[in-house]
């Protein structure tokens, strides 16, 4: 099993930038990707990025070139960077762990993106 936290959230004016990290526990020595998610109210849940255990990265088109994942293996973590932030940024962002086909999810964090 895993379990996966996520912190960094909150309120974020336009054009600024966020770090969302996740701590996952439990077995993922073995995991195929670690990622984020996010889902606006009303829209589906898309990619924002997601990195796989050889270290190849792979970025939603709504983020492309204004985001950054990277993994501290010693901590099992994923980090999440983000600048220039838009409203349209706006939604919960929630950390995905991806493992021997199968999906684990965390609870999300609420990232708002407002002046």
């Known amino acids: 099993q895993v379990q996966l936290v996520e912190s960094g959230g909150g309120l974020v004016q336009p054009g600024g930038s966020l770090r969302l990290s996740c701590a996952a526990s439990?077995?993922?020595?073995?995991?195929?990707?670690m990622g984020w998610y996010r889902q606006a109210p009303g829209k589906e849940r898309e990619l924002v990025a997601f990195i796989t255990s050889s270290g190849s990265t792979l970025s939603g088109d709504s983020v492309k070139g204004r985001s950054t994942i990277s993994r501290d293996g010693a901590k099992n973590m994923v980090i999440l960077q983000m600048t220039s932030l838009k409203p349209e940024d706006t939604a919960v962002y929630y950390c995905?762990?991806?493992?021997?086909?199968?999906?684990?999810w965390g609870q999300g964090t609420q990232v708002t993106v407002s002046s």
């Open positions: 439990g077995s993922i020595f073995n995991f195929n990707t």
């Open positions: 995905n762990v991806v493992r021997s086909g199968t999906s684990y």
